[in-house]
């Protein structure tokens, strides 16, 4: 047990990151329910939700609101009063704080400020959906939301198989994705990592409909046209391999591109670069690093 929390005495000063429920109730932690009846206060994505469960667990702590938003904001004011003596809990609407989530402002800014932060685990979506989506669990990589646009979530897609080397074994991605787009995301799936690439689709996890589609990304995207409506929260796995020999990977694209850009805007290479790394939601040293390896290539 943590040094602050020994021998039931009270909880210690510090920011607790409390794992919530993705759907099923009692998949909350004796612990969180204790570090949520104790601290002084829980910052909260949304109050009204939070008090859903405080109410089914009787708890009876205060909430105040930290979300997205705001919580760059309020992080100063939440560390100044942890210093005085507080004892803070965050939760989210659902599964960890910080993961596609706010809680990493502030766990940054008490670390930053020499306090004790402290994770109390639970529920997650990705992880939930990763350990029965029968992809590999032992390589992986959380990738979250993709881009809503579809240029530039292909090109998010490409790059991130460019970043494999072309002799690593298979990778499973993992997407948090919404339900009015993941066709979208299905289609672009097939286009840039063929439409035999294997995925898992994990929707309403823990919950009375929870379901689990598997099989390559077309089948998959055709399941779910058949239906009337694609509803619930899901999570999309995706077995990406490497590029296969001859196949148009990323780093020809790439030189492509910067040359349509100088073509259609006159773009000189840094202005191409700048733009192409924004379409693909990744840093300009990134796409400037790949430009490189390309080059060195040739
Ligand atoms: N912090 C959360 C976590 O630890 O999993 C994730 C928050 S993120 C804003 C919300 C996304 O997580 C949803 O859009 C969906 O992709 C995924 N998600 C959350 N609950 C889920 C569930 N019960 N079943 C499937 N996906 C879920």
């Known amino acids: ?108 800014a008490a670390i930053e400020a020499r306090l004790a932060v402290i994770p109390v685990p639970g529920a997650n979506a990705a992880l939930t959906a990763l350990i029965a989506s029968g992809l590999d669990t032992e390589r992986f990589l959380f990738e979250g939301f993709l881009p809503p646009k579809q240029g530039a979530r292909q090109a998010r897609l490409e790059a991130l198989r460019a ?25 672009d799936i097939a286009v ?38 694609v509803r619930g929260e899901m999570v999309l796995l995706v077995e990406m391999r490497p590029a296969a020999a001859g196949e148009a990977a990323a780093p020809v694209s790439l030189l492509e591109r910067i040359r349509e850009l100088a073509a259609s805007e006159g773009l000189d290479e840094m202005a191409a670069l700048k733009k192409i790394a924004k379409e693909r939601g990744v840093s300009k040293s990134e796409i400037y690093r790949e430009l490189q390896r390309v080059r060195n290539k040739k």
């Open 1 to 108: 047990m943590a040094v602050t929390e020994q021998d039931g005495a009270p909880l210690a000063p510090g920011l607790y990151l409390v794992a919530t429920p993705i759907g099923n109730l009692e998949d909350i932690t004796l612990r969180a329910l204790r570090i949520l009846r104790s601290v002084d206060r829980i910052a909260c994505e949304d109050t009204r939700q939070t008090q859903k469960l405080l109410n089914h667990f009787g708890i009876e702590t205060k909430t105040t609101s930290v979300h997205e938003h705001n919580e760059a904001g309020r992080a100063a004011g939440l560390i100044d009063d942890i210093r005085k003596g507080e004892r803070i809990a965050v939760v989210t609407d659902a599964g960890m704080p910080g993961i596609s989530d706010p809680g990493m402002h502030l766990a940054r």
């Open 192 to 229: 840039v990592y063929g439409s035999e690439c294997r995925v898992a689709l994990a929707r309403e996890l823990t919950k009375l409909h929870e379901e689990f589609l598997r099989g390559p990304a077309a089948e998959v995207a055709a399941q779910l046209q058949e239906r009337d409506r």
């Open 163 to 187: 970043s494999l080397s072309e002799d690593a074994a298979p990778l499973t991605v993992v997407l948090y994705e919404a339900p009015h787009r993941i066709l979208e995301t299905l289609a």
